[in-house]
């Protein structure tokens, strides 16, 4: 299959076929990473810029272990480095790192949409590293491998993702990825974190843990971000963890096999205790190296990107 | 000077005219509506194949003059309204500084004087800044003519200053236009609550954030006998409650914008900020409740909203870019291709909601081809299809959420007071 995204946005607009794409290139990345020299020439002479807007260390360090793996020079531009405090739009300080002559550009940024109205704005490849509550494809992508490694497919699977829905960018590029590779998906939440109309995204939503666990071969806990400033009505922490942890006792009632995935970082004691986080169950360490190949297969991807006109043409 | 416009199909449902007809000009005033007139005129048009109507009446239009010039001036505004077909139209007073005083009425009508190519009417504020809390001097507002009070932008959120603003409206006969909004529902939302807003992850606006003031807005008319204009409905849910007084015999009127009859709020899916304005676009349905209300008569009035933004305003991230598109020049061509071409309104219904009941509403004297009326006409060509184009608009900004679409109907000619002002 050839590859004609020069950008990846978020996993909505891709077709099941190009996520299989990703998911095979990852699979096939993660043997660089186990090598002594753990380096490919493939995207040598590259020069990819990770512009975060928002702090994030795993995902930021996760894209530049990915893109030095692929041997391209990569630059960091944090949100306190940057002109943006100075008042410089997001898309012009996309054009100037453009005219750096600089190859990807790697965005985290708190609006919904951020990654979007970049790409619309400069001829480099963008991919979005997450952009306010709407996606962030390369998380779930990781996570989507991770399971597939797993359990060996993911069409049939049951996934239960639970917390912060509502909010939680994780949960929407889950949902998309899953529910295109024929995976049945249960969001998990208070009421009040369950978002208008999801179902059409085409999920199971429940309010109890419990209907949640029950027949899921995984379960995706989503951090919990009570520091969130809303005004909009959010649970206690204790009370959360009473009724939405994930505790050993809850997982052995529902599946002994259940698989425990987390975008981390971790809540302890909020999300989930630590001893599932730490137990047999968890694959979040997992998820972490899968990240690195998930990304290697991203910037690959977007950086051989045909233009479609080129190859009708 | 005389003016003959030949051969056209007319159409002026004040009248109850469509048929092939002349109309005959001069001194500014309409003359004549005829079969085949014989008489000398300095210049005759041949308008064979096209429609000859009254001028728009946009009863909805932000010229942004005074304080915000970089937007909008009288100037542009008024050649953007020339070039859709709009005679006349009412500027919101939700400028900087508001026209919120006899004197701000004043020192606005002298720069419409001077500056404007069309019919220039004016809107007070109903309270102080538009602020939401004092009355403006409503009576003195509208000694200087203005003749509409509205807060648009804004709702007025205190049930008793609005009924007071009612009472003394009816009490001096002055239209009351209201921006139902319920601010403590729509808060930071930005695009329609609902799948829209989950998919983008975006903060969603209610339609009850719209219709529970729409209720409150009737409720209070009703008990003021008060007339009122509900602006710009979007939903089903206003639609209903508007029908349902109505019957009761509640003197309102109702109006919505282009984009609501044919937009959906899978528009918004692109991140686009020129499909961003409130209210939101809604779902399909309400589309359809929307044309079929203006098919019923429910909604009286389609006017355009036009609220013209820079491109700083609107080239930003989604949830901070402003609210509003701009619409004079493509009003017409909207109503045209999603409500005459799809078979929902007739020409004459059209012409009514674009022309002759605002300005009954309004209560000025145009929207019709009567003799002795102002000739305030445009020549139209109904078959005629275009696409809009960023690079044509005249208007300062060019914020249009139809740029790229195709459209049909254009305006060849707008003429004001017996004078051509506008020729494609």
């Known amino acids: ?313 | 000077m005389k003016l003959l416009i030949k051969g056209a199909r007319v159409i002026d449902p004040v009248n109850g005219k469509d048929e092939i007809l002349d109309v005959l000009i001069d001194a500014g005033k309409i003359l004549k509506v005829d079969k085949k007139i014989q008489a000398q005129a300095e210049e005759v048009i041949d308008a064979q194949g096209k429609i000859v109507m009254p001028g728009l009446v946009d009863m909805h239009v932000h010229l942004r003059e005074p304080g915000r010039e970089d937007k909008e001036t009288i100037v542009s505004g008024t050649k953007a309204a020339a070039k859709g077909g709009v005679t006349s139209l009412l500027a919101m007073p939700n400028t900087n500084p508001a026209i919120d005083s006899p004197e701000r009425v004043i020192g606005l009508k002298k720069i419409i004087k001077q500056d404007s190519r069309v019919n220039v009417f004016i809107a007070g504020a109903i309270t102080t800044g538009r602020l939401g809390r004092e009355l403006t001097d409503i009576a003195a507002l509208k000694k200087e003519g203005t003749l509409a009070i509205t807060d648009d932008g804004s709702s007025v959120d205190d049930e008793e200053v609005m009924r007071k603003a009612f009472r003394i409206g009816a009490k001096e006969g002055l239209l009351v236009i209201c921006h139902c909004e319920d601010k403590s529902l729509s808060k930071e939302g930005v695009v329609n609550l609902g799948f829209t807003s989950t998919r983008m992850g975006l903060r969603g606006i209610s339609k009850e954030s719209e219709y529970l003031r729409v209720a409150r807005d009737l409720r209070l008319a009703a008990q003021e006998e008060a007339r009122i204009h509900i602006a710009h409905v979007s939903c089903r849910e206003s639609v209903e409650l508007i029908a349902e007084a109505k019957k009761k015999g509640v003197k309102v009127s109702a109006e919505t914008a282009p984009h609501y009859f044919s937009l959906s709020e899978e528009a918004v899916l692109g991140f686009d900020t020129n499909m961003k304005m409130n209210p939101p676009l809604r779902g399909k349905s309400d589309l359809a409740s929307i044309a079929q209300a203006l098919k019923d008569g429910v909604i009286d009035v389609i006017s355009s909203d036009h609220a013209p933004h820079t491109e700083s305003e609107k080239d930003i991230e989604f949830e901070r870019a402003e609210f509003g598109v701009i619409g004079l020049e493509t009003e017409l061509s909207v109503g045209i291709t999603y409500l005459v071409d799809t078979g929902i309104l007739s020409w004459s219904r059209l012409i009514e909601c674009m022309s002759s009941f605002p300005a009954r509403i309004l209560g000025i004297n145009k929207g019709a081809l009567t003799p002795g009326q102002d000739a305030d006409i445009i020549i139209v060509s109904p078959e005629k299809g275009w696409v809009a184009e960023r690079k044509d608009f005249i208007s300062k900004s060019k914020n249009s959420p139809f740029t790229g679409r195709k459209l049909k109907g254009v305006v060849e000619a707008t003429i004001l007071k017996g004078q051509v002002i506008y020729k494609r």
Request: glycine fraction near 8%; aromatic fraction near 4%.
């Open chain 1, 1 to 313: 299959m050839i590859w004609y995204r020069k950008d990846l946005l978020g996993l909505e607009e891709l077709s099941r076929e190009e996520i299989e794409v990703i998911l095979s290139t990852a699979e096939s990345f993660k043997e660089v990473s186990t090598r002594e020299i753990k380096k490919v020439p493939a995207l040598r002479g590259k020069t990819v810029v990770n512009l975060f807007y928002e702090p994030s260390t795993r995902t930021r360090i996760s894209f530049e272990v990915a893109a030095k793996r692929l041997s391209a020079d990569v630059i960091n531009v944090g949100v306190d480095v940057s002109s943006v405090k100075k008042g410089e739009t997001l898309i012009d300080t996309g054009r100037n790192i453009e005219a750096l002559k600089a190859d990807i550009i790697i965005v985290r940024h708190s609006a919904s949409g951020a990654a979007a109205m970049l790409a619309k704005h400069v001829s480099v490849n963008v991919i979005n590293a997450g952009d306010g509550w709407h996606e962030h494809p390369t998380q779930a992508l990781l996570d989507i491998l991770t399971l597939k490694e797993k359990t060996g497919k993911i069409k049939g699977l049951c996934v239960c993702i639970v917390g912060d829905i509502g909010h939680s960018r994780v949960a929407r590029s889950n949902i998309w990825g899953l529910t295109k590779l024929g995976a049945r998906v249960k969001v998990c939440a208070p009421k009040m974190l369950i978002p208008a109309e999801i179902e059409k995204m085409g999920v199971e939503v429940v309010n109890s843990i419990e209907e949640g666990l029950v027949g899921a071969d995984a379960v995706n806990v989503l951090r919990m971000q009570f520091e969130r400033d809303e005004k909009t009505a959010f649970p206690q922490q204790l009370e959360y963890f009473k009724n939405y942890g994930i505790t050993k006792e809850r997982l052995e009632k529902a599946s002994k096999n259940i698989i425990v995935m987390h975008p981390g970082p971790i809540n302890r004691g909020i999300e989930m205790s630590s001893e599932v986080a730490d137990g047999e169950n968890s694959v979040i360490l997992e998820q972490v190296t899968n990240g690195i190949a998930a990304r290697m297969a991203v910037l690959f991807l977007v950086s051989q990107a045909k233009d479609k006109d080129e190859i009708v043409n």
